[in-house]
């Protein structure tokens, strides 16, 4: 990924649960009743061990809203039911568990999530987001321009940014510089799409990179898969995950090597601290516990680990 996101992409973003499985834990934890002890302004309970370190606000709630986008498999989509599933709502499960709340995961446009954010019509943003500098900056990467304060992120996983093509019509592309003269599908405000930009300037000989931006990824897979472009970009777990089910494993196949590594990071509104800080000791006990890795295994997403969560990991 690049200094901005990766799908989140650079600039924005960002590569690979079950919501379900995010709110059943937390009903668990909250129908069996209060079990928590208020001691010298802290809270402790045998089964939400973390609850403590939230803010008061969000205990009394019991409840963290995620402002995501949900249509990114495998980190978070919707399944055949409806339910939202993915990498992101199986860890905000098991986070849930250790902090005694629910993850209530909301549906929005990626490139919406930080003035979500800002507005505070989510308490926090998770959704393959990247951290970039930029991103912590409030920086547009576009633009350069300040756009607000910038959030922090809790980092949780590492992820390049893939390049995939229709099945057995590569069209000579292997690497980024390849895309030259070609037609490109990609999700808006992601790494992919900022890369796209960056490369097109490189291009040579009245060549250019014909850019096409979606709102989401499906979308973009689906224009690819029609034939109305060449390429597609995104996340590497989201391309191989593409990969892996479009089509029963027919429609698409990655080209080239994944770039631009950088963290996936849980976005916090730069007040709010003791949420961010509770978030990453939460994150921290599922690393420690082997849940996280089990996870990651379920999603076929191993290569992404992280050992610890990190604070604006971003470099």
Not at 296 to 310: H, N, P, Q
Request: glycine residues 12%.
């Amino acid at each position: 990924m690049t200094a901005s996101s990766t799908r989140r992409t650079t600039a924005h973003s960002r590569t690979a649960a079950v919501g379900a499985i995010a709110v059943a834990g937390a009903l668990i934890l909250t129908g069996c009743g209060d079990q928590t002890k208020k001691d010298s302004g802290s809270t402790t309970s045998s089964t939400a061990p973390l609850a403590g370190k939230l803010p008061q606000s969000i205990r009394d709630k019991g409840v963290i809203k995620v402002g995501s986008d949900i249509a990114y498999a495998p980190v978070e989509f919707k399944d055949s039911s409806g339910k939202t599933v993915g990498i992101d709502p199986d860890l905000a499960a098991a986070m849930g568990k250790q902090l005694g709340v629910t993850f209530d995961f909301q549906n929005g446009t990626f490139d919406t999530l930080i003035t979500g954010l800002r507005s505070k019509r989510y308490d926090i943003a998770m959704s393959a987001m990247t951290d970039t500098k930029d991103r912590q900056q409030g920086i547009d990467s576009d633009t350069g321009k300040k756009v607000g304060e910038g959030v922090d992120f809790v980092d949780y996983f590492t992820a390049g940014v893939s390049i995939y093509t229709k099945k057995g019509e590569d069209q000579g592309i292997k690497t980024w510089s390849d895309l030259c003269g070609k037609k490109l599908v990609v999700q808006r405000g992601t790494v992919s799409e900022d890369l796209a930009k960056s490369e097109a300037k490189k291009c040579t000989g009245g060549k250019t990179i014909a850019l096409q931006s979606f709102d989401n990824d499906q979308q973009a897979q689906t224009r690819l898969r029609a034939g109305g472009a060449d390429a597609g970009s995104s996340d590497f777990p989201v391309a191989a995950y593409a990969v892996k089910t479009s089509g029963g494993g027919k429609d698409f196949q990655l080209v080239g090597e994944q770039v631009e590594a950088a963290p996936y990071g849980i976005a916090v509104a730069k007040d709010q601290t003791q949420l961010r800080d509770a978030l990453k000791a939460a994150l921290d006990a599922v690393i420690k516990s082997g849940e996280y890795q089990k996870i990651l295994t379920k999603w076929g997403a191993d290569a992404g680990a992280i050992k610890a969560a990190v604070i604006n990991g971003a470099k």
